[in-house]
């Protein structure tokens, strides 16, 4: 068995490369981490049949321990892992951590500092804010399907986040079904779930 040619570097030291990264290019070092439940995809109200992306974390905030145990579980895998920042929001640039082979091919023509030796990518992208959700109504609005995929589909939900917590690993499909029916039957008994 061939050794894979590249270490994974431990979160603090990425984290050190990730910040080094955005603060060669001016944009704000200190970082604030979403997840997939916390973009908002809505319509533009501006431009006609365009998208705008925001993020929410009042709804579903991540608590400090999801970026650890994210970048640990796709450590785990072969794929890259990729540092991506999508905008600035009070000072700070907001990221999400992605992990994908689809990633492997992505050069700095499409805005991605390799890291080969560590099989990472920084993605720092452009300056310019990305707004914060706060209205409960246009988080429940947001478009969740029927739209062009994009580079953050990539990224690690938090009821992932919730089941390597709980049970040491991601549940595959049929678990997650499983476990969905246990609830309701017991919610139909009149059992705490």
């Known amino acids: 068995m061939n050794a894979p040619k590249y270490t994974r570097p431990a979160l603090d030291d990425a984290m050190a490369a990730w910040r080094k ?18 973009l908002c995809i809505e319509r533009s109200p501006t431009v006609p049949g365009s998208l705008r992306l925001g993020f929410q974390t009042k709804f579903t905030p991540p608590d400090e321990e ?40 992505k050069t700095a023509l499409e805005g991605f500092e390799r890291r080969d030796d560590w099989k990472l990518s920084f993605r720092p992208g452009h300056t310019g804010d990305i707004e914060e959700i706060t209205d409960l109504k ?53 059992q705490p779930g």
């Open 21 to 38: 990264c955005l603060a060669a290019r001016g944009l704000p070092a200190e970082t604030r981490w979403i997840f997939s439940e916390n």
């Open 66 to 105: 999801a970026l650890d145990i994210a970048y640990d579980h796709f450590s785990d895998t072969d794929a890259r892992i990729v540092f991506y920042r999508l905008g600035s929001a009070a000072n700070q640039s907001v990221c999400i951590l992605l992990c994908d082979s689809w990633f492997e091919e």
């Open 138 to 190: 246009r988080w429940v609005r947001r478009i969740r399907h029927d739209r062009v995929f994009h580079d953050f589909d990539f990224g690690m939900s938090l009821a992932t986040i919730e089941e390597i917590r709980l049970y040491g690993r991601a549940l595959m499909p049929y678990e997650r079904m499983a476990q969905h029916m246990l609830l309701r039957l017991r919610r139909m008994l009149g």
